[in-house]
């Protein structure tokens, strides 16, 4: 896939037309990057953003006691770094890729010309920027209000959403999930534990069976998990 063809399936650059298709093509720039290599770190000058087209990549914050936040793992096709480029600030978190992929970045001020030729460019980001911020609304408050079991049985249910299935894959391993609920590897593996002698799921390595859906989300939202 050439680098016009990648921007056509960003959804950020949706409904675009095709000369602006093109323009974007001539100023991203591709680069590579393998399996734990840093994209950028936190304090970083931020002069772009990128839009990851193969993949994966967590962004996180580290503790002053090293502890890893993961604050959220780009999928294909979505934009990272966005807002401090567009804000002419540092990057506030760290990027890493978590296998071997390919990003096109954007830097800020050719970018920002496109977007005073094409205000649908920028309607596309805003829309981009609120639903990031929902999302982002949503982690604090599963960290600081919801129990572990809520979170994993919310994490699941959004998993189970985007692949439109009951039989979803985690494509994260432990270690990676625990940092994204905010908890350890050894608590995630009890709370499935428990989730299967309860009938709500059924494991099988990455592979989980949603059995109990509506038990799935009266958890997500509130209720106790039984031991």
């Known amino acids: ?70 604050l959220h793992i780009i999928e294909p096709f979505e934009p990272f770094g966005e807002v401090p480029a567009f804000t002419g600030r540092r990057f506030p978190a760290h990027a890493e890729a978590m296998e071997d992929s390919t990003t096109l970045f954007f830097l800020r001020d050719s970018i920002t010309k496109l977007i005073k030729n094409d205000p649908s460019l920028a309607l596309n980001m805003l829309a981009l920027l609120s639903q990031r911020l929902r ?31 009951d039989n979803i894959e985690l494509n994260i391993n432990k270690g990676q999930l625990a940092s994204l609920l905010g908890t350890i590897p050894e608590t995630i593996s009890r709370t499935l534990n428990k989730m299967t002698a309860n009938g709500l799921v059924e494991v099988q390595g990455k592979r989980i069976r949603l059995v109990d859906k509506k038990a799935l989300e009266d958890l997500a939202y509130g209720a106790k998990l039984d031991i």
Do not use: C
């Open 135 to 165: 999302q982002f609304t949503v982690l604090v408050e599963n960290l600081s209000l919801k129990e572990v079991h809520q979170r994993l049985a919310a994490y699941m249910l959004l998993i189970s959403d985007r692949e439109q299935s």
């Open 1 to 70: 896939m050439d680098i016009r063809d990648s921007i056509r399936y960003i959804p950020l650059f949706k409904g675009l037309p095709e000369g602006q298709i093109e323009e974007l093509s001539r100023i991203a720039i591709r680069y590579s990057f393998v399996k734990n290599q840093v994209i950028f770190s936190e304090g970083d000058e931020a002069d772009g953003f990128y839009v990851l087209i193969s993949g994966r990549v967590k962004i996180f914050k580290v503790s002053r006691e090293g502890k890893e936040q993961i």
